[in-house]
């Protein structure tokens, strides 16, 4: 099998969502603003899409500053170790550009990370043991929505109890993510890193 990242969306394809657009109702316009990151571009198209649900788009900020906050049992590079490995898995190449540009340089990735972490059949030995680790969790729950005794060991050795609540947590909240980016087909970020 060639070691290669999941297909592109094929440009062509219409969104099923349309992300809304200016001018926005209040309070949608104040939600967008409470969604969106001060280093963002733009308003996300995802959570323009979002939006169109504004009581689910506003319950799901909690959770989201969580995973991705100051306060998270995790750091910046596992999280988006995490992030990054559950969006090629699901093949969600719209939250992957978004965080491999927003993340990939303060999180210390390479590009051999960038080739490994994108691609299902990645050489895993390329990578850091620990990055291996949270590689191995999401592909085994990504693949049997559980996690074996062995890994489950191994993961135990760097990571505390409320850390590995917060990974499944993580992996499964990005799974969600990628299901609405890949089914809504939220249209690709300009800006934003492809496969």
Same mark, same amino acid.
């Given at each position: 099998m060639a070691n290669t990242a999941p297909k592109s969306l094929d440009p062509n394809r219409a969104p099923r969502i349309l992300p809304l657009e200016p001018p926005y109702p209040e309070p949608v316009g104040a939600l967008l603003t409470r969604m969106t990151p001060p280093q963002a571009p733009e308003i996300l198209a995802l959570f323009k899409v979002m939006a169109v649900n504004p009581a689910l788009a506003e319950r799901t900020l909690d959770l989201?500053?969580?995973?991705?906050?100051?306060?998270?049992?995790?750091?910046?590079?596992?999280?988006?170790?995490?992030?990054?490995?559950?969006?090629?898995?699901?093949?969600?190449?719209?939250e992957w550009g978004v965080h491999w540009t927003g993340f990939a340089d303060a999180a210390g990735f390479s590009e051999t990370d960038?080739?490994?972490?994108? %691609?299902?059949?990645?050489? =895993?030995?390329? *990578? !850091?043991?620990?990055?291996?680790?949270?590689?191995? #969790?999401?592909?085994?729950?990504?693949?049997?929505?559980?996690?074996?005794d062995?890994?489950?060991?191994?993961?135990?050795?760097?990571?505390?109890? %409320?850390?590995?609540?917060? =990974?499944?947590? *993580? !992996?499964?909240?990005?799974?969600?993510?990628?299901? #609405?980016?890949?089914?809504?087909?939220?249209p690709l970020e300009k800006w934003a890193a492809r496969w």
């Open positions: 989201g500053r969580y995973l991705l906050g100051r306060k998270a049992a995790i750091g910046l590079r596992e999280r988006e170790i995490v992030i990054m490995r559950v969006c090629a898995r699901c093949g969600a190449e719209y960038r080739r490994v972490m994108a %691609a299902a059949d990645g050489d =895993l030995a390329l *990578l !850091a043991p620990r990055d291996a680790l949270l590689v191995s #969790v999401v592909d085994q729950l990504h693949d049997t929505s559980d996690v074996d062995a890994l489950w060991q191994a993961l135990g050795d760097h990571w505390s109890h %409320a850390q590995l609540v917060e =990974l499944m947590m *993580l !992996a499964g909240w990005y799974h969600a993510v990628s299901y #609405v980016c890949n089914a809504a087909r939220v």
